[in-house]
C-alpha cells in the first residue's frame, strides 16, 4: 500500500500522559499535514510541513502540542499532559504541490481517547 | 479563507442523481473550488475540483455558476458506497492548507 500511514490507528490514553502518533507520507510527497477531528465535525487544520520545515501553525496548537518531520519524510505529532478535550481522531495528510492544484491524500487517522 | 454554505444532510435513492449545492460568495477570483469527502471511518478523499468551467470526472460532476459564488456536485447514479460527508473547499493556493467546513452528508437508500 503506498498511500498516507498512520499509527497506531487507536489510542487509548489516562488524562496527564503523553502521546506520539506517526505519519508516513506518500513518498514523493513533500507537503505533509496534521489534521483534527471530533465527532460531527469537519476536520480542523493543525500544522502543516513543507519538506522538514514547518510553515504554519494553527491556533489550535497549543503548547502541549509539537510536531516534526525532522527528515523531511515522515512526521511525528506529541501531545503532552492530555486532556479529556484532546479526545478526537488526528489526520495526517500529503501532497506534491504541481500546477495551481494540490490533491492532498489522507491517512486513516489515529483514534485518541484520553480517559 | 472564503467562507462555505453546505446543507447539513441529504437523502437520495440509490441510482438516482443527487445534488449537492454549495455556496460560497466571499470567493477570491483565484481560488479553485474542491470537493472532498469522508466515508465512515475514513479520512477525506478527493473527488473533484474547478475554477470557472464546469468538469466531469469519473467519480462526479462540478457544475459552477457563472459568478462563481456558488457551485453544484453532480453524483450521476448514487450507490450505497457514495454514503459519506462531502466537503466543499476553496483554495486559494496549490499546497495551502484545506479548511473544512461541516461538509454535508448524503444518506443513500436502498
Known amino acids: 500500500d503506498t498511500g498516507v500511514s498512520q499509527d497506531p490507528r487507536h489510542k487509548i490514553t489516562k488524562r496527564g500522559q503523553n502521546v506520539t502518533f506517526r505519519c508516513d507520507p506518500i513518498s514523493e510527497h513533500n507537503r505533509l499535514y496534521w489534521y483534527r477531528q471530533t465527532l460531527g465535525q469537519g476536520p480542523e487544520f493543525l500544522t502543516y510541513f513543507q519538506n522538514e520545515a514547518q510553515l504554519e501553525k494553527s491556533r489550535l496548537l497549543s503548547d502541549r502540542f509539537s510536531a516534526e518531520r525532522p527528515k523531511g519524510s515522515f512526521s511525528t505529532l506529541e501531545i503532552q499532559r492530555t486532556e479529556q478535550g484532546d479526545s478526537a481522531m488526528y489526520l495526517c495528510?500529503?501532497?506534491?504541490?504541481?500546477?495551481?492544484?494540490?490533491?492532498?491524500?489522507f491517512g486513516q487517522g489515529t483514534r485518541l481517547t484520553v480517559v | 479563507d472564503a467562507k462555505t454554505t453546505q446543507p447539513n444532510s441529504m437523502e437520495s435513492n440509490e441510482e438516482e442523481p443527487v445534488h449537492l449545492p454549495c455556496n460560497h460568495s466571499?470567493?477570491?477570483?483565484?481560488?479553485?473550488i474542491h470537493w472532498y469527502r469522508q466515508l465512515p471511518s475514513q479520512g477525506p478523499e478527493y473527488v473533484i475540483h474547478g475554477l470557472t468551467s464546469n468538469v466531469n470526472n469519473r467519480m462526479a460532476s462540478l457544475a459552477i455558476a457563472e459568478d462563481r459564488k456558488s457551485s453544484t456536485l453532480i453524483l450521476h447514479r448514487a450507490t450505497l458506497r457514495d454514503a459519506a460527508v462531502y466537503y466543499c473547499i476553496p483554495q486559494y493556493s496549490a499546497g495551502n492548507k484545506l479548511t473544512f467546513g461541516g461538509g454535508t452528508r448524503v444518506l443513500v437508500k436502498p
Open positions: 466571499t470567493i477570491s477570483g483565484t481560488d479553485y
Open positions: 495528510a500529503s501532497s506534491f504541490p504541481w500546477g495551481k492544484v494540490t490533491e492532498a491524500f
